[in-house]
């Protein structure tokens, strides 16, 4: 189980986890279907999730600075590196 935060503000959906040297929780973003990892210090995993809050795409070890569009998602799940793991296409996911 990890500690998952909400992104609310434009702030917090701008900067997400840039800037974090060791990551233990994760950032939900509502109604985002592209992130960045510009000015991340480390990689990170990556979860679409649809309506129904259910996983459509998983993307493990996403390097920084790279652009990651979920065509297949509504919204976006960062995770610390290795989380995707416990993850699975189609399992629902309590925020």
């Not at 434009?10 to 279907?33: A, D, P, S």
């Not at 592209?34 to 996403?62: A, W």
């Not at 652009?67 to 995707?84: A, C, D, N, V, Y």
Request: glycine residues 6%; proline residues 3%.
């Amino acid at each position: 189980m990890i500690r998952i935060k909400k992104a609310t503000t434009f702030k917090e959906k701008l900067i997400g986890l840039m800037g974090e040297k060791h990551i233990n929780y994760g950032i939900f973003f509502y109604n985002t279907r592209s992130i960045h990892t510009f000015f991340m210090k480390d990689e990170i995993d990556v979860i679409g999730i649809n309506n129904k809050m259910q996983v459509t795409e998983i993307f493990p070890y996403v390097r920084p600075n790279h652009i990651l569009l979920l065509r297949k998602s509504k919204h976006t799940l960062e995770l610390p590196k290795g989380f995707s793991k416990n993850y699975k296409i189609g399992n629902k996911v309590q925020i």
